[in-house]
């Protein structure tokens, strides 16, 4: 599963995993990813995340998949340097 709020970016994360021989599912949206893990949470063996997304960010979302599912695979992706990840990282909240 791929979850990237950005549709152009999140088309080409699906078609690089497909080309490596995985099934992709992709969404803009994060709620609406969580929806669906909830009901199909065994499906994945990797889930990708986008760490800045407007609703629930990446970290969030992980921590909310994490009540469902403990053993998936979780990948944080970002387009923001080292010192931006750190200070968004200190807004979140624990």
Same mark, same amino acid.
């Given at each position: 599963?791929?979850?990237?709020?950005?549709?152009?970016?999140? @088309?080409?994360?699906?078609?690089?995993?497909?080309?490596?021989?995985?099934?992709? &599912?992709?969404?803009?949206?994060? +709620? +609406?990813?969580?929806? @669906?893990? #909830?009901?199909?949470? !065994? !499906? *994945?063996?990797?889930?990708? +995340?986008?760490?800045?997304?407007?609703?629930?960010?990446?970290?969030?979302?992980? $921590?909310?998949?994490? #009540? *469902?599912?403990? @053993?998936? $695979? &979780?990948?944080?992706?970002?387009? *923001?340097? $080292?010192?931006? &990840?750190?200070?968004? +990282?200190?807004?979140?909240?624990?």
């Amino acid at each position: 599963m791929i979850v990237e709020d950005e549709l152009d970016i999140a @088309h080409l994360f699906s078609l690089c995993l497909e080309r490596f021989g995985f099934n992709t &599912i992709s969404f803009t949206e994060p +709620l +609406l990813s969580l929806d @669906h893990f #909830k009901q199909c949470q !065994r !499906r *994945y063996c990797l889930i990708v +995340l986008d760490m800045i997304m407007v609703n629930l960010n990446g970290l969030e979302l992980a $921590k909310e998949i994490r #009540k *469902y599912n403990s @053993h998936v $695979k &979780i990948l944080l992706i970002t387009g *923001y340097c $080292k010192g931006d &990840i750190r200070r968004i +990282l200190n807004n979140i909240s624990p």
